[in-house]
């Protein structure tokens, strides 16, 4: 039962690099999110998909792209990593019907740019 | 637009004592509300919802929530608090016809034996 996992775990980069984090989820949800944890603010929303072959923006996705080729997988592209994209990421997917609302999240990638 | 305000950045408890984690929120709609609680250097794990119905919800390790529609609010309770409950506590709130969970800034729970 893995739920949602986030790979890698940890990453450095330097100003400039690109990467890919990924994002798999085995509940067979449709939703699926991505986050930023930065200190005193709470979670903010990056981009979000509510289904295969769809996304949309959230409140911050300036320097970010998403894609959604599967219903598991939900990667979270930095085109040109700054310093101001260091913080904790989290995938998050949930069920979209019925009351079984509540989001499940991964455990987190914590990066930072140098 | 929907948003969660959790008015105190910090709450320190001692053992046995009764905690209160506020949070009030501000939707167009009908809440969806949501707590997680966040240990150090791990994911968010969920500890209980309103949706509809009953306003006193109960949850995951002996918390529980009200819900009062007229203060638009949803604070987070536990009768007797326990040192492995110090963590970082999140209110998330989603409008009923929206696909977006909008987050507090979080209360760090500290207590202390």
């Known amino acids: 039962n893995a739920g949602v996992t986030q790979t890698p775990k940890f990453q450095v980069l330097k100003t400039g690099q690109s990467m890919t984090l990924q994002c798999a989820q085995d509940m067979n949800h449709e939703y699926m999110s991505w986050y930023r944890q930065d200190p005193g603010m709470g979670l903010r929303l990056i981009h979000y998909s509510v289904g295969a072959g769809i996304t949309d923006q959230g409140e911050v996705p300036n320097g970010y792209n998403v894609s959604r080729s599967t219903t598991e997988d939900f990667p979270l592209r930095l085109l040109s990593a700054a310093p101001s994209q260091t913080s904790v990421y989290f995938c998050?997917?949930?069920?979209?019907?019925?009351?079984?609302?509540?989001?499940?999240f991964g455990q987190g990638t914590r990066l930072t740019v140098v | 637009a929907q948003s969660v305000a959790q008015p105190e950045d910090q709450v320190n408890v001692a053992e046995g004592n009764p905690l209160t984690v506020k949070c009030t929120y501000s939707?167009?709609?009908?809440?969806?509300l949501f707590w997680y609680v966040q240990y150090p250097n791990r994911g968010l794990q969920f500890l209980l919802k309103y949706i509809t119905g009953d306003n006193l919800v109960k949850g995951s390790y002996g918390f529980e929530a009200e819900f009062n529609k007229s203060q638009t609010s949803f604070h987070l309770k536990k009768p007797s608090a326990l040192v492995s409950d110090s963590a970082l506590y999140f209110c998330a709130v989603r409008d009923l016809g929206d696909y977006k969970l909008s987050f507090g800034a979080g209360t760090t729970v500290t207590v202390r034996a």
């Open positions: 998050a997917s949930r069920d979209q019907t019925g009351l079984n609302t509540e989001a499940f």
């Open positions: 939707v167009s709609g009908n809440p969806y």
